[in-house]
């Protein structure tokens, strides 16, 4: 039979496709809600871990940041744009 012929006679052609989630279950409400948990859980993790990780990397260049710091703002204040107005 054609596939024109099984459109024709509105019947329903499925694929069996394996679904790792639910190992060829029904999602429930309740699971779906378990899963959605458990992505804000992991997401928030995941996203803590990140702020940790960016702090730490900016107290350990901390040092080289207030030398840059410290450079800029004697360059600054030895520059001869300033004139005093007196």
């Not at 024109?4 to 029904?26: C, E, H, W």
Request: hydrophobic share 55%.
């Amino acid at each position: 039979m054609s596939v024109k012929a099984v459109v024709m006679q509105s019947s329903v052609v499925a694929v069996p496709v394996v679904d790792q989630v639910t190992n060829n279950g029904i999602i429930t409400a309740l699971s779906l809600e378990n899963y959605v948990i458990w992505g804000f859980t992991f997401g928030a993790l995941f996203q803590l871990l990140m702020f940790v990780s960016v702090l730490l990397i900016v107290i350990i260049n901390l040092s080289k940041v207030v030398d840059e710091a410290k450079k800029m703002f004697s360059s600054v204040k030895g520059s001869p744009d300033k004139v005093d107005k007196e």
